[in-house]
């Protein structure tokens, strides 16, 4: 029996996100995220959460993949948007604008005219996990949407940027699956780590794999990860996808 909320075979990105947002697979996610969105904090009581899975954002077309972890219980779980309303997304927003991967520096709703060029944004697990840490499972039954997100992205797909290791470990398998021939041993993460994925298939293009910290506020506030140290890696990608 196919699982109902993996929904194979969708024919679009559009059509992946009108199911995906409908995703009730997980029992612990989907009692977090809408508890979350229930009880609010205090600076948005006024606000409507949220409160279901966040699909992707971004043109259907882009040369370039930023995959982070999961989204913030108050922000994109907030928002509906990826990265949108909370410090970790400015971080990521100021650092495309300076690569030139985003119309401006900031996001905080839907509608803000924040415009993405080339660069698509998504997640491994979809739904805002508590103490956001998704267990393997959660990523596990996630995977089907990321495996559908990389083979309606991959005709156009030329360079993956991945903010953490969680990513990493997620991502690979599913590039296999997506037609790239990963290496082995597998290439290790690491901020500012880089690898050439060649095609498993004749007329595919090579993919461009990258490495980043992710811009959570435990890399930003500590100085481990700076916006200089994020836009030099968005920067090498933007340059491998061809968008600059």
Known sequence: MIDPWRRPGASTLAVMDELLVDCRACPRLVEWRERVAREKRAAFRDEEYWGRPVPGFGPTDAAL?????????????????????????????????????????????????????????????HCAPPANKPTVTERDTCRGWLEQELALLSPTLRAVVVLGGFGWQALLPVLTAAGWVVPSPRPKFGHGASVTLAPATEGKAPLHLFGCYHVSQQNTFTGRLTQEMTAAVLTSAAQAAGLS
């Open 65 to 125: 993949l930023i995959v982070g972890l999961a989204p913030a219980a108050h922000g994109a779980n907030r928002t509906g948007r990826m990265f949108t309303g909370d410090r970790s997304g400015d971080f990521l927003y100021a650092a495309m604008y300076e690569a030139g991967l985003a119309s401006q520096p900031t996001a905080t709703h839907i509608g803000d005219g924040l415009e993405l060029f080339g660069t698509r944004i998504t997640s491994p697990v």
